[in-house]
């Protein structure tokens, strides 16, 4: 049967071979067309109305054209044939399991969706496309490739310092929010990748060779760009913070159940929240009537490991949301606490070729002869992450007060709310 071709504005024609289509016209992947790729940033870049439906689609054309580049370069001889078809089904899945509205809600402590794809994957109809095209263990294979188990030599290109998935959507993300940030040497980084032997364990694994350091120079700047512009703009994350609290509160109600959540694209969990969890909170967000900035403070001031607890904890966070607002005698959801969940800013554990053959690791040590990424990774992380307090009325918040409480244990926090102390 011929390809089916899909038009991509990022990457052009993308081929689909028939195995790919049935999965594509399943309905559990037609529910990623209603699934935005960068949550509420189009409240901010209207333009980021694009989905996790054209970014697996892109994933998967990267697949397709890295496997080619290394067939056509000899470099699978070792691997098991069976192993590019399995990579190609889990760059097309590999977001398969997402939550509406992008990352925000495995904040406030859903399950990852990583997990959530488990059971999309190994039951149901694309469990029945995938043992019928590819093998009664596609889908247990599948699913240790997206969530980064796999003994595969090719499990770098779904999961790791240089996986496919990074590429599109730094890219995508750049071109639809109209950035110039995501600028990263695609090619470059294909053309460079290798099946290597691991230089400590000697199994194989996807590497890179040397001349493709300055590429994935570009792809820390890129990332990072995206992280500070985009994906942790106040603007953005004050609609993160105030949609996690209307999903926290309505499951706290119980009018809604968190594992009912992947069920849903964006608008149609807005449209439940509307009809079982009605409040003020729902219809600011709708009407993008967000909270301001009155405190705000990058990680890099912060003592080590300070605030991680608003980044980790959600019902503590919504307690001293809630003690704040009584202090203060505002209602309840008036003051939202906000630090992004921790992430790598470019995890770094990767084999590169030198120009004489030898393999060798690029990790946290850094590299002879490049610029000392791994050190660089995380100035630039503590300069992108920002602790920031949002406030939906003209409240007063003593700035020493919130960076005294930022700075206490968790512990010491849960302890002040139950003897009933002030925080403020």
């Not at 699934?35 to 980021?48: C, I, K, N, S, W």
């Not at 503590?316 to 003051?335: F, H, K």
Request: include cysteine; proline fraction near 5%; glycine fraction near 6%.
């Amino acid at each position: 049967m011929n390809p089916t071709i899909v038009r991509d504005p990022l990457w052009k024609n993308v081929r689909l071979d028939d195995t790919a289509r049935r999965l594509v016209d399943s309905p559990t992947f037609q529910r990623l067309r209603y699934v935005r790729q960068l949550g509420l940033a189009h409240l901010v870049y209207p333009g980021a109305t694009h989905t996790r439906f054209e970014h697996a689609l892109g994933t998967y054309h990267l697949a397709r054209l890295s496997l080619d580049l290394l067939h056509e370069r000899d470099a699978l001889r070792e691997v098991d044939p069976s192993e590019v078809a399995i990579v190609r089904a889990a760059a097309l899945l590999h977001d398969i399991g997402h939550y509406p509205f992008s990352h925000a809600l495995e904040e406030i402590g859903a399950p990852d969706h990583e997990e959530v794809a488990r059971p999309l994957i190994t039951t149901g109809p694309l469990a029945e496309i995938l043992r019928g095209a590819l093998g009664p263990e596609a889908p247990t294979r599948i699913v240790a490739l997206i969530r980064g188990e796999s003994l595969s030599p090719l499990q770098g290109l779904i999961s790791g310092s240089l996986d496919l998935d990074k590429l599109d959507y730094l890219r995508r993300d750049a071109f639809m929010c109209g950035v110039p940030y995501g600028e990263i040497d695609v090619d470059r980084l294909l053309n460079a990748l290798a099946v290597v032997r691991d230089p400590d364990t000697r199994a194989l694994t996807i590497g890179v060779a040397e001349k493709a350091l300055s590429a994935l120079e570009s792809l820390l700047f890129a990332k990072y760009q995206m992280y500070r512009n985009v994906y942790w703009h106040h603007t953005v994350r004050s609609a993160t913070a105030l949609y996690k609290r209307v999903v926290s509160d309505a499951i706290e109600r119980g009018a809604l159940r968190a594992e009912e959540l992947a069920g849903y694209g964006d608008e149609g969990l807005l449209s439940e929240l509307r009809r079982r969890a009605p409040s003020a909170l729902l219809d600011a967000l709708v009407a993008r009537r967000l909270h301001k900035r009155a405190i705000q403070c990058p990680a890099a001031e912060l003592a080590p490991g300070a605030g991680e607890w608003i980044a980790s904890d959600r019902a503590l966070v919504v307690e001293v949301e809630n003690r704040l607002a009584r202090e203060l005698a505002v209602p309840p959801g008036t003051i939202l606490l906000d630090y992004p969940a921790k992430t790598q800013m470019l995890g770094l554990d990767l084999p590169v070729v030198r120009r004489n053959g030898d393999v060798v690791r690029l990790t946290a040590a850094g590299l002879e002869g490049a610029i000392h990424l791994p050190a660089l990774s995380q100035q630039l992380y503590s300069s992108a992450r920002w602790l920031r307090v949002f406030v939906a009325e003209d409240v007063t918040l003593p700035r020493h007060a919130v960076s005294r409480l930022a700075e206490m244990d968790a512990s010491d926090v849960r302890a002040r709310l139950r003897e009933e102390r002030g925080l403020l």
